[in-house]
């Protein structure tokens, strides 16, 4: 059991901030291009304890890639593993997360794994649903309930921006349905993945998020179970064998937890039976990592010698 | 100089139809799924003499990746070499005519060559036009030109077919869009491309397209230039390097002719100052060339002991 | 904390046993193809407590690819961390062990990982000694007091078997010379790596030295440091990212603890904080890991609801 | 038919010679490193005809890769065109020369052609002889043939330098030996194909060895056969699709004519039916072809308006 008070937050990220300078911000998604680099933020979510934070907690990031995880519970709830693992495998890869190549290569065009990108559309491909707003529904609701928030929703204006430039995850899709690993109308897919990817909030909602997958699926308030065990411990080791990109192995010996990022520049991070963190940064290493967010994280993991393995 | 008159192609036809039975009909395009493997037909147009053929000459095949010579022509006289080649390259690969795993790893994201489905994607967006429509008319004036039959047309039914089931096409073009070396609607693209590849023909009308090109890109009767010389050597070299799939390197072993194939069984191939000859016969070998065709013009090779080099 | 006792080894080995049906004795390496698929044992040795086993618990079998923890962790301690990253990545790959291929496409061609053989080979090339035989002494001797047996040593014949027909670890040496990776003499460190490999040991032996890196690197008897705290960590983050071949991330959600898997039939799991365990059975998967010690730790897993996740 | 007299070779190397400053000589051929990039030669063969020649002509340096179609020949000669391509196959390849990366990906590990390194290590592997100097005694009579001159040898130092630092082809070698595409002792392989790389002339001999292929085999005096023509056919084809490294379609668009480089900065060409041409500059371009040797040629094809296409 760790113990993280706000002094620690607050020492943390006034040690860790200056690292921004180390990292970009987005630029192929325009909508994401005009993030400040100094805009910093960490929340903690103990489990059955009080949310601490500091910096800009208030401020609404999408989260990206992050949504990978919720929109696997989804399909894992809905359709249990078996059917999943039948479109998507689970091995970590050495591929960037955008790649098509291995999808050529290895027989069947299965992905690796759902936390590259054409893994996620396989896994939202299967997301129940009679249109686009049913699925992307099927999502929020989910959001919402981890968030214990109703007004979670996605940003409009970087769903749209991302569904009009998101080239290369049409050109996933068309190869993927080529080879059967997904069905039915690409242009309805994209719609509801960007507007996963697309879902906003701030450190204090996600941190709540991590907080449950910490307490293995249950509400970290009241311990009611709001994903199953099984589907939470699940997500938890993909967040730990390819959760950071290709940046996963270093990030697993680095600090030792499961944890996930996304472009916009923000991680959520699992401390086993403690809480959740939320870290936001949008200063990106060359990985696609937030710099500051990684940084806080190593440094957690040093001063409270916490590591899974 | 090589002479063939119509009881070679007789002999020669009577010779290798057997080998259809080593052929496979192509199964993923639906509208050509039906053909029959024991339709087969030969046709030699001479510079300057009198067409002769043989089998079922007036049979229509669609002329498929044949169409990407024709193409190729068109953007060469449209906006010259350096642009064409600004866009992709000039390189045989080993890697198959519908890869996309290559793209990827090159940078820039060039194709190779303007025979696979990449390039061949790249050098038809770059036809001039105001739509699709216009497009697919400055292929077909130099095709009837070429073919010197005003009726030439594409098949409206095998173009929507491959349309609608083109998804690798899809891939390969979304992901150079997203490189840069395509531009505009996709779909406007792909309408272009499948009606190229739906143009319609027998073998009569295919061999005297060849003749030209036999001719340095004069007419083979009246002598008038119908494509600039440069432009018929180029197209000519690539037959060489790359235009019969993955069997390019051993079909200028065994038959040592500029040739280009389509997987509905057609071969066209250019003796050079001599003539033009075209092979039809559907049943297709495993790298996607017509087993007849292939089998014919070994024969011819190894009786007249022509080969450019 | 779960407690494991004899009849729950033997129950489980009863249940799995009929696995090895499923399952090939490893035919590449001639002396080992003559294993029996019949033979199996497990055992476990509890931190501060009383080793228990049962089936062919005396059986010796070498140790191969578990090797590679062994050698990263003599290279950490005598090298540090930093050093020997600089020469190999901490990153998992979908790639098969055995693959040079990626290693010509990254630059510069670091191996991704120390599970995979280029790693494992640039690890070993790190050892201290002025020749083979005082490079294999630094491994035998941290083996001896890793298993409490100063009798372990390596089975020269599977050691020269394995050097004459090593050709693709020669392949991958001599790829990793060229570019500076491994540097001095390719037959020396051949030589050490088929020693390493061969090292031969029964269940017994090697789950005592699973129950050091279960007990974070300390005697699971006396509590004394036997390996460094930090050192025990990262090879336990490399057995759960890397350690079963291309089916990590499988095993990851299946079972859930760092484990190594050796083609000889042995797989090595460790409990943190628990203890060692280690099952042996030469039928492989495709995959190269045991079928028998792979339901055996699916059914340890389910049936004391473990994971570090 | 062309005509080409001393006065287009010396306005030719006068015109291309300053080009030279855009290439850079070989830097990893530790014995090739101090040529110097002013060097320059360049020597026409008529068949039937007076050798010319202009610049340095009595220059003496390795031919390397320009070997590979001298061992192909003889392992033609020796055992036929179906024992040959049993072991390496006929199809150009994007990859570079010295890939191993599609010997691993491809099934079976066939070479793609004997003009990548791997294929003509392959080839050379077939070659008669007891031992290695039988082997090279092989390729050095046909060389004497072809050159006209019993003094030719290979260069002691380069051969020696090549040996002791060509890990990438001791690589590719032991993987070949795995797949057991490669038999016997490698070390004795590689001094064969050192030696065979190290063999030493200049312009005028290499051009005579150019004017037998370009008149089929036939000694361009005499008339004699001293290649069967398919065999001369046959390495004229390989140098078209894949002679000069992966710029050969560039090449065979620009230029034309059959070719093979060395990375020692020679390029013999076949006139077919005219005459042989050898070029020497050892400044190369990032392909690794003579700059000078390539504008050279580039400039006789523009000029005479000669192409076999």
Not at 21 to 37: E, H, M, S
Not at 69 to 83: F, R
Not at 194 to 217: E, H, P
Request: proline share 4%.
């Amino acid at each position: 059991m760790i113990k993280i008070d706000q002094s620690d937050l607050i020492k943390w990220l006034e040690h860790v901030r200056i690292y921004a300078n180390n990292g970009k911000v987005v630029d192929y998604i325009p909508a994401l291009a005009n993030q400040q680099p100094e805009t910093n933020a960490v929340a903690y979510y103990p489990i059955g304890g009080e949310l601490i934070f500091t910096g800009q907690a208030e401020y609404k990031f999408t989260i990206q890639s992050i949504s990978k995880v919720i929109s696997l519970a989804v399909a894992l709830i809905q359709h249990g593993d078996q059917a999943v693992f039948s479109r998507v495998d689970k091995e970590p890869t050495s591929d960037p997360f955008y790649s098509v190549a291995k999808l050529e290569v290895e027989k069947p065009a299965k992905p690796f794994n759902p936390m590259i990108n054409a893994g996620a559309l396989a896994v939202t491909n299967m997301i129940r649903g009679r249109n686009s707003e049913e699925m992307v529904g099927e999502i929020l609701k989910l959001v919402r309930v981890l968030a214990n928030d109703e007004q979670v929703t996605y940003d409009q204006d970087v769903a749209q921006s991302e569904y009009e430039t998101s080239f290369l995850n049409r050109a996933l899709c068309y190869f993927m349905k080529q080879h059967g690993v997904i069905t039915g109308s690409i242009e309805e897919l994209l719609e509801v993945y960007t507007k996963q990817c697309a879902i906003s909030m701030n450190v204090k909602q996600l941190a709540r998020i991590a907080a449950v997958f910490a307490n293995d699926g249950r509400d970290p308030d009241s311990n009611e179970e709001l994903i199953p065990p099984d589907v939470a411990r699940i997500c938890k080791t993909f967040m730990v064998t390819c959760g950071m990109y290709n940046e996963s192995g270093t990030f697993a010996i680095n600090v030792g937890i499961p944890a996930k990022s996304g472009v916009s520049g923000a991680i959520m991070g699992v401390i086993k039976r403690c809480g959740g963190i939320a870290v936001f940064g949008p200063a990106l290493n060359e990985k696609g990592n937030s710099v500051v967010g990684i940084k806080l994280l190593e440094k957690l993991a040093a001063e409270k010698m916490w590591s899974i393995f």
